[in-house]
């Protein structure tokens, strides 16, 4: 038995993303009480906390982050700012800033408030046949002016290829080596942080509310 295989149609089996979505199911809603008192209106972004071994991996997912937290309707403050102006007032460092307190970066800014983010995962695994990219994160949202936590979540996002069936065991053999071996090449971790922002923002019951640049704002109570 012989069967065709087209090259463009096995370089393209290369892009298809199977995400494990290591999702955090539950029924219970997130306690909204301090975050609906704060009602903010901007949010800015410290530096990342990178606690895993790729050192570009904060940079990465700051570029991911802004968009998300915007469509929700809240003023971002630009990251990049953020980073410069926080290095000139000694908190350059992503730890100093996760520790400073909320408060102070608040009055340096004027946001309203803060969010913390840390990368507990980053990484790519693979073998001849087996590739895994994983992203594991970690979201605080603070007030800054009482320094009170408004909001947190954690997210993590699998993308393993090699479990996508093809329907002919061959087919699959070969799709799994082409797509191991680009993982091994240049891992993709955006379209995983991606989903993870969506989620993490936008999720009802976990997210966050709609803010005032948004048409939902304070008609999303029951969602939230």
């Known amino acids: ?66 968009r998300y937290i915007a469509e929700r309707g809240y003023y971002v403050y630009p990251v990049n700012l953020v980073k410069n102006v926080m290095e000139e007032d000694g908190m350059g460092d992503a730890n100093l800033a996760h520790e400073a307190d909320p408060t102070r970066i608040g009055e340096i800014f004027g946001s309203d408030a803060i969010l913390y983010v840390k990368i507990d995962g980053w990484k790519a695994s693979y073998a001849i046949i087996a590739a895994e990219v994983s992203v ?45 071996a680009v993982v091994k090449a240049a891992p993709d971790y955006i379209p995983l942080a ?17 803010g005032p640049y948004n048409p939902k704002y304070q008609e999303d109570m029951s969602d939230f």
């Open 194 to 210: 991606r989903q993870a922002n969506y989620t993490a923002f936008n999720q009802p019951k976990t997210g966050i509310p709609a």
């Open 1 to 66: 038995m012989s069967f065709k295989f087209p090259l463009a149609r096995l370089a393209s089996l290369t892009f298809i993303v199977i995400t494990l979505a290591a999702c955090q199911t539950t029924n219970v809603t997130k306690d909204y009480t301090a975050f609906r008192e704060s009602d903010p209106r901007s949010i800015l972004i410290v530096p990342v906390v990178n606690n895993s071994v790729e050192v570009d991996a904060p940079d990465l997912f700051l570029s991911t982050l802004s």
């Open 136 to 180: 594991e994160l970690d979201y605080t949202l603070k007030d800054a002016h009482t320094g009170e936590t408004l909001w947190s979540d954690h997210q993590t996002r699998v993308w393993a290829p090699q479990n996508q069936q093809m329907g002919h065991p061959l087919l699959t053999l070969i799709a799994a080596a082409v797509q191991a």
